[in-house]
């Protein structure tokens, strides 16, 4: 029997990317898909994905088909939605539009409470959407707060509809700090009253993504570090009680990478292609960087990146000091990225501070990126938290040591070198401190200058699978477990 799942999600790959969730909600569905395809008998998976359509999506020109219009109820009234499927997919791509989606001119605007309309919109939409093409959706797939209400929704029987009597739910917990607060009135004009469970402090029983929590029948962290961070009072944000209540449906599964985007082999942004087994070609990207930023040319002084969104939780300023702590030693580096104000205000006075070995680039430049990964000895992640992270696992696929913090993700992927270099790929710190940093990089740099270890540890990262499909496989298993299993109300 196939297994007929919804994934739906605020934003996806390759329509439209605002951070990570993009990145997740496009390769994620697609990576299933295709082992679906491939293992139909071992896989039984029919996914499809469907997105707000907002305005920008429309200006990119996607080849569409409209499908039709039902109407969700708002209040005493109904908001037409429109349907329309992306036409050149491998797999069903619905967008949703109507009023509340066109009205924006935005994904997300930087008052929550602005999202509210458009988000519970789409979540109510979605769940139509079965009806609406009489399919029935065994498995609801959510993610973070902008469609935990569909979650929800479903639970108190919002939508009486056959397509919806067994579905189960899974919500995908990307960042947990982003809950989703200030939307209760959005919730409540779509018929959706605050929780009374006392399981739930009572802040949270009006807030998008703890609903979501509360009733999911799997709550998938982006890595299993993070799944178990969330419990505790330093990463739990007010819901590690709650979130106790839940370790049973509670799990965590590391993103995965798309490993022919990030190809260090066949890259064409960077100057010269490589592999493991070619690594003394790599330092072409090194010299290229250093000619670039007008950085003095010297292949055994290792250059330094950090390519980040420039925000507290990413520990931008714990790196910017903590290379102060280093200064007694050779390094130079570049720091890719924007964000608040302060902290890229802090990064372009490391560089005033020491113009003979930091450049600081505050922009969005994703060839640049590219190229510093294939070129930069050592990649920076002090992030404060870190549900999963990409850029270390393509920092470890170019060849790019990272040095991080032992937290969510980073500790799962990244293997720390601590003594012997057999299987270790990085260097890890435990205190968000710049001293912990400092340390760590120079324990980096000891090793930086014993070549033959060094390349092992190149290798150790490079070999390493980081490709979806193995992720996407354990989502699968959670998926036909979940469908073989009777809802609550079922077994009453």
């Known amino acids: 029997m196939t297994v007929n799942v919804l994934f739906i999600a605020a934003e996806s790959e390759p329509f439209i990317k605002i951070g990570g969730l993009g990145d997740v909600a496009g390769a994620l569905p697609a990576a299933i898909h295709r082992i679906a395809e491939k293992q139909p008998a071992a896989y039984p998976i029919d996914i499809r994905v469907a997105l707000p359509y907002y305005r920008a999506i429309k200006e990119k020109g996607f080849p569409v088909k409209f499908l039709g219009e039902f109407n969700v109820p708002k209040k005493e009234t109904a908001i037409p939605c429109q349907v329309y499927l992306f036409a050149d997919g491998e797999f069903p791509v619905y967008f949703l539009d109507g009023a509340p989606i066109a009205e924006s001119a935005q994904v997300y605007s930087l008052n929550t409470s602005d999202d509210g309309d458009k988000f519970v919109f789409f979540s109510s939409a979605a769940l139509r959407l079965a009806d609406f093409l009489n399919w029935k959706i065994d498995i609801l797939h959510a993610n973070d707060w902008h469609t935990a209400t569909a979650i929800y929704a479903l639970k108190n029987s919002l939508i009486s509809s056959p397509q919806l009597s067994r579905t189960k739910t899974v919500h995908s917990l990307h960042n947990l700090p982003f809950m989703g607060y200030g939307i209760q009135q959005s919730l409540s004009d779509y018929g959706l009253p605050p929780s009374q469970n006392p399981t739930l402090p009572e802040w949270a029983r009006h807030v998008p993504l703890p609903l979501g929590l509360l009733h999911a029948d799997k709550i998938i962290a982006v890595s299993p570090h993070y799944a178990k961070e969330i419990l505790t009072p330093q990463f739990g944000c007010g819901l590690e009680d709650f ?169 799962d992927t990244i293997h720390s070198v601590s003594g012997s270099v057999n299987g270790g790929t990085g260097f890890l710190f435990v205190e968000p401190y710049p001293s912990a940093f400092a340390g760590a990089v120079k324990r980096a740099i000891r090793y930086y200058h014993k070549p033959e270890l060094w390349e092992i540890i190149q290798r150790n990262g490079m070999k390493i699978d980081f490709s979806w499909e193995s992720s996407a496989k354990k989502y699968i298993e959670i998926y036909l477990a979940l469908a073989k299993t009777p809802r609550a109300a079922d077994e009453a």
């Open 243 to 411: 979130l106790a209540t839940r370790t049973q449906a509670l799990t965590g599964i590391i993103n995965g990478l798309d490993i022919d985007l990030w190809n260090p082999e066949t890259n064409p942004h960077i100057q010269q292609n490589f592999t493991a087994d070619s690594l003394s070609r790599r330092l072409v990207n090194k010299r290229h960087l250093q000619t670039k930023f007008q950085l003095p040319k010297n292949d055994r002084v290792p250059v330094m990146t950090l390519i980040s969104r420039m925000d507290p939780q990413k520990g931008i300023d714990i790196a910017l000091k903590g290379l102060e702590y280093c200064q007694d030693l050779d390094w130079q580096a570049v720091i890719l990225g924007t964000g608040t104000p302060e902290v890229e205000a802090q990064a372009r006075e490391l560089e005033t501070r020491f113009p003979d070995r930091v450049r600081a680039i505050i922009d969005f430049d994703n060839k640049l990126a590219h190229q510093l990964y294939a070129g930069a000895d050592l990649f920076l992640m002090p992030s404060r938290y870190e549900p999963c992270g990409l850029s270390q696992m393509i920092s470890m696929r170019y060849g790019c040591i990272p040095v991080a913090r032992k937290t969510g993700g980073l500790a």
